[in-house]
Nanobody, 121 residues
Framework: QLQASGGGLVQPGGSLRLSCAAS????????IAWFRRAPGKEREGVLC?????SSTISADGRFTMSRDKAKNTVTLQMNGLKPEDTAIYYC???????????????????WGQGTLVTVSS
């Protein structure tokens, strides 16, 4: 089971830190990812860490995803938030053997329940 937390209402330019804790499921040896679904849109991938990786950063430098193997948690640090980042954010553990080359729901074995992020003034 995956439990996501940390969502909320933030003003444009602000920051949020999402966390996802795993119970009964291990992240180790699997790719892990954050997805999001904005209102009226399809679910899309945000960031993904491979099975041996520990962190990654988005191309624009605003989001950083990290894995803490000791705590069995993953985090998504989001800075410089924009209204278009408003969405429900989901953590996910990939199926065995799937890699971060693709980021589709079909890659995912386990989903967190989602946490709502609203960016608005």
């Amino acid at each position: 089971q995956l439990q996501a937390s940390g969502g909320g209402l933030v003003q444009p330019g602000g920051s949020l830190r999402l966390s996802c804790a795993a119970s009964g499921i291990s992240w180790n040896g699997h790719a892990i990812a954050w997805f999001r679904r904005a209102p009226g849109k399809e679910r899309e991938g945000v960031l993904c860490i491979g099975s041996s990786g520990s962190s990654t950063i988005s191309a624009d430098g605003r989001f950083t995803m990290s894995r803490d193997k000791a705590k069995n948690t993953v985090t998504l640090q989001m800075n410089g938030l924009k209204p278009e980042d408003t969405a429900i954010y989901y953590c996910a553990r990939y199926r065995a053997g799937r890699r971060c080359i693709t980021m589709t729901p079909a890659d995912v074995a386990y989903w967190g329940q989602g946490t709502l992020v609203t960016v608005s003034s």
